[in-house]
């Protein structure tokens, strides 16, 4: 092989493996792909990199943002959490929050959380009425009068105003949003498509995982 042939070659091969990199491991902009918060908040443990998710039942880029979340969230390694925290804005998102809270006390949630989302944007229903909600829980394998105690108890209540605290605490602006280890935040409004919510949480968990590193943290 001529030596041009080659370098044709190897440059060839270096640009096509550059091409199919994978999105995540592109460098990550602050204040374009992320952002920090204004003030940073504790995290639930000190020894796992949280991510929490920030949604609304009735979002539609929440619904879209979903499957990639369950699938991003199956290949993490033992030292990522993922947790949901739905968005509390205005009192009409009470119902919805309830709904979630209310799976989780069940333990319902890995089952039945895309299934509301389900249930809204493809079914059309209007599970924030309780009348259809206790119908949905029932026709998806539930103790419907469980349920309706659970959704209605002061334990749920007191939820939903920690999740109305948290909507502020975290300043979340719009769903969905992702923040990562109590300091990043990143959403949909500041990636070029839902998806690509997942490349930017990717990069925001190694950032958070090096700076861990560097303060001797597990």
């Known amino acids: 092989m001529r030596a041009g042939t080659f370098g044709r070659s190897a440059l060839w091969w270096l640009l096509l493996a550059l091409i199919m990199l994978p999105a995540a491991a592109q460098p990550i ?107 949905w829980a029932g026709k998806n394998g539930l103790d419907g009068d ?9 334990e749920t209540r007191r939820k939903v105003e920690r999740a109305r605290q948290m909507t502020m605490d975290y300043d979340i602006q719009s769903t969905p949003s992702i923040v990562v280890d109590g300091k990043y935040l990143t959403s949909s409004s500041m990636t070029p498509s839902v998806p690509s919510v997942i490349p930017v949480v990717d990069g925001l968990v190694r950032l958070a995982r090096q700076q861990r590193l560097e303060k001797g943290r597990p």
Not at 146 to 154: G, L, P, T
């Open 29 to 135: 902009r602050r204040d374009v792909d992320y952002r920090l918060l204004p003030q940073p908040q504790p995290v639930a443990s000190a020894d796992r990199i949280e991510v929490l998710d920030f949604f609304f039942y009735a979002c539609p880029y929440c619904n879209e943002l979903t499957p990639h979340l369950e699938s991003w969230q199956k290949r993490q390694s033992v030292d990522v959490v993922l947790r949901h925290v739905p968005v509390v804005r205005h009192d009409s998102w009470i119902p919805l929050a309830k709904i979630f809270y209310t799976l989780e006390a069940m333990n319902e949630t890995d089952r039945l959380h895309s299934g509301v989302y389900r249930s809204y944007h493809v079914e059309d229903l209007l599970i924030s009425q309780e009348k259809v909600i206790a119908e």
């Open 146 to 154: 469980k349920f309706m105690a659970i959704y209605r108890s002061d």
